[in-house]
Structure formats: structure tokens, C-alpha cells
């Protein structure tokens, strides 16, 4: 029987992340094969900003009623700058 178990190796210990239905004392054969899913995407999956705004717009576009509520937990150091700031 071959039943594919995903696992965590943590300190020297290979810990199924479910439990297997198998008899106590059972020996069994192991094949190590990674797990192609990365857990955090890498930089190069990210949209670049370009790509965030752009898709911000075509929902924008959608839905041009939304408006944002003013943040009201900080305030906005840019519009408190000083005008000497605005040459």
C-alpha cells in the first residue's frame, strides 16, 4: 500500500501533519521527497507596485462609488508638513 503522508522535520523528527492509520509498532519504508509548495512566496511572485495599482484602478473602474475613509488612527505627517516643504 502507498500512502503519500506530508510531514514536518523538526528537530531530527519526521512529524506527519495528520494522523496515519496504522497499527503501533508497525515498521514502515520512508521516501523523502520535498514539498514542491514553497510556504512564502518569493519576491519575484509579489506584483510590483505598477501591477498593484493598476489592478486598484480596474476595480476602482468597477465600482467608482467606493469612497475611503480618512484614517483617523494617525495622523498624516505629509498633509502636516510645514508649505516650506511645497517650493
Excluded at 521516501?31 to 509579489?46: E, W
Amino acid at each position: 500500500m502507498i500512502n503519500p503522508v506530508t510531514a514536518i522535520y523538526e528537530k531530527g523528527v519526521l512529524r506527519p501533519l495528520a494522523p496515519l492509520n496504522l497499527p503501533e509498532q508497525v515498521q514502515v519504508r520512508i521516501t523523502i521527497q520535498p514539498d514542491d509548495k514553497p510556504k512564502v512566496l518569493s519576491v519575484s511572485n509579489k506584483p510590483t507596485m505598477a501591477e498593484f495599482w493598476s489592478d486598484f484602478d480596474k476595480i476602482n473602474m468597477l465600482e467608482p462609488d467606493i469612497e475611503l475613509p480618512v484614517r483617523q488612527d494617525r495622523p498624516n505627517s505629509i498633509l502636516e508638513m510645514p508649505n516650506e516643504f511645497f517650493v
